[in-house]
């Protein structure tokens, strides 16, 4: 599986930004995907996650109430809706694939199966 992460940008403090996931492969629908994000100076960090049947979802404390994480199985796509974005939320954000979605929320960002490259996302206040 091929990831390609885009969407980010500038935007203002309480803004909104939705940034896509694009896979290739024809197995997009059996993995688990999760978005992750890394700012200067600061170690990755675990943003949201989505089953592979999109029935269940899970947030970062962070940004719960903030983001959605969805995805499109048929489009080979996962989404992250971003509202109320702050400064702090200023990251390079990448999508991640993995079979277990508790690899994904886990913390053990080398067991993850599948990365993709990340897009900048700048929150300026």
């Known amino acids: 599986v091929q990831l390609q992460a885009s969407g980010g940008g500038l935007v203002q403090a309480g803004g909104s930004l939705r940034l896509s996931c694009a896979a290739s492969?024809?197995?997009?629908?059996?993995?688990?995907m999760g978005w992750f994000r890394q700012a200067p100076g600061k170690e990755r960090e675990f943003v949201a996650a989505i089953t592979w049947s999109g029935d269940s979802t899970y947030y970062a404390e962070s940004v719960k109430g903030r983001f959605t994480i969805s995805r499109d199985n048929a489009k080979n796509t996962v989404y992250l809706q971003m509202n109320s974005l702050k400064p702090e939320d200023t990251a390079v954000y990448s999508c991640?694939?993995?079979?277990?979605?508790?690899?994904?929320?886990?913390?053990?960002?080398?067991?993850?199966?599948?990365w993709g490259k990340g897009t900048q996302v700048t929150v300026s206040s």
């Open positions: 991640a694939a993995d079979v277990f979605i508790a690899t994904l929320r886990g913390g053990d960002y080398d067991g993850i199966d599948y």
């Open positions: 492969g024809r197995s997009f629908s059996s993995y688990a």
